[in-house]
């Protein structure tokens, strides 16, 4: 599979060869789908509480007599039937979201995001990715000129100009390879890998 080498002003200067496995595999849809998914659910923490009928603050007296009044019978107030009254399954915090992916599902779904990029010519190839300054203006000025808009950049090893530069720009993420994550590979429309993490990559994913 060859994947474009831009070059600074973001024109393709060249070709580079990169593996088959990794970006010439064909389009899992299912398989995308349940990684996305499950790489999703796993992020999630249990923070929802909901009180169930022996925790609400309601009396156990019964409400009114059993018969006589016409309507239906009641025990207590704290009934999940009534307005205020306890939940039948209550969430808690200790809920558990988590899917499990197996690993070479997870590295198969990975590689089908990748090779889609690929042909759909929303990933290239640069050299080396950084910045001179931590200044936000300067990787601005730097995605600017070279026809770039909301970008993610992988690479192999995280420079500290760079990170800080982006840190105040929603529209581009930088990541190392090892953090590259399914979601954010098909969140943004245009993905930038450097040559070492091209190399990683292709040691990492296969």
Do not use: C
């Not at 064909?26 to 509480?49: C, D, I």
């Not at 760079?162 to 840190?167: P, V």
């Amino acid at each position: 599979m060859e994947l474009k080498l831009l070059n600074d002003q973001g024109q393709p200067a060249s070709t580079l060869q990169a593996s088959d496995a990794l970006f010439g595999r064909e389009y899992n849809e299912a398989l995308v789908h349940q990684v996305v998914t499950a790489y999703l659910a796993n992020a999630r923490s249990g923070n929802r509480k909901q009180k169930g009928r022996s925790e609400v603050a309601k009396s156990t007296r019964k409400p009114f007599r059993q018969k006589g009044t016409g309507n239906a019978r009641a025990g207590m107030a704290s009934s999940p039937l009534w307005r205020g009254g306890g939940k039948i399954f209550p969430n808690t915090p200790d809920e558990n979201f988590s899917q499990k992916v197996n690993r070479k599902m997870y590295r198969a779904g990975v590689a089908a995001i990748l090779s889609q990029l690929a042909r759909e010519d929303r990933l290239a190839v640069v050299d080396s990715f950084s910045v001179e300054a931590p200044k936000t203006r300067l990787l601005s000025q730097k995605l600017k000129g070279m026809g770039l808009d909301s970008v993610l950049v992988i690479t192999d090893e995280m420079d500290e100009n760079l990170f800080l530069s982006s840190r105040n720009l929603h529209q581009i993420l930088v990541l190392e390879v090892q953090e590259a994550d399914p979601v954010s590979l098909v969140r943004f429309p245009k993905v930038i890998v450097t040559k070492g993490a091209l190399a990683k990559m292709e040691e990492v994913w296969q």
